[in-house]
C-alpha cells in the first residue's frame, strides 16, 4: 500500500520560507513521478510543481517560478518543496502526489497517489 506523508508546513510571513518533504513508502520511489498540488478555499486543486523520475526533469506553474524549487532523494525516498518569497496568494493546503505516466506534469485527475495535504499560511 502506497503512503505518501507530508511535513513542514506553518505559518509564515510574506517574505518567508518553509520546505515541505513528502516521505513515500510501497512504492519503488526512484521510478515514480512525483509533484506538489496545492487547493486554497473554494478554488481547484492546481498542480504548483513536479519532478519526473527519468530524466528528472521539472515543472513549475508561471507563479511560483524563481520562487519555489522541487528536488527528490531517491535514497531517502523522499519529495521536498523549497518555498522562497512566499506571498499570501501561496496560502493553501499543499498535497504531495505521485503518477505513473504522465511526467513531471499533470492534471490532478491523473495522480496515481496523494497525501493527506498539510496547510502553508502566509501572513501579509
Known amino acids: 500500500q502506497v503512503h505518501l506523508v507530508e511535513s513542514g508546513g506553518g505559518l509564515v510571513q510574506a517574505g518567508g520560507s518553509l520546505r515541505l518533504s513528502c516521505a513515500a513508502s510501497?512504492?519503488?520511489?526512484?521510478?515514480?513521478?512525483m509533484g506538489w498540488f496545492r487547493q486554497a478555499p473554494g478554488k481547484e486543486r492546481d498542480q504548483v510543481a513536479g519532478i519526473g523520475w527519468i530524466r528528472r526533469d521539472t515543472y513549475y506553474v508561471d507563479s511560483v517560478k524563481g520562487r519555489f524549487t522541487i528536488s527528490r532523494d531517491n535514497a531517502s525516498n523522499t519529495m521536498y518543496l523549497q518555498m522562497n518569497s512566499l506571498k499570501p496568494e501561496d496560502t493553501a493546503v499543499y498535497y504531495c502526489?505521485?503518477?505513473?505516466?504522465?511526467?513531471?506534469?499533470?492534471?490532478?485527475?491523473?495522480?496515481?497517489?496523494w497525501g493527506q495535504g498539510i496547510q502553508v499560511t502566509v501572513s501579509s
Open positions: 510501497g512504492v519503488t520511489f526512484s521510478k515514480i513521478n
Open positions: 502526489a505521485a503518477n505513473r505516466r504522465y511526467g513531471s506534469r499533470w492534471s490532478a485527475g491523473e495522480s496515481d497517489y
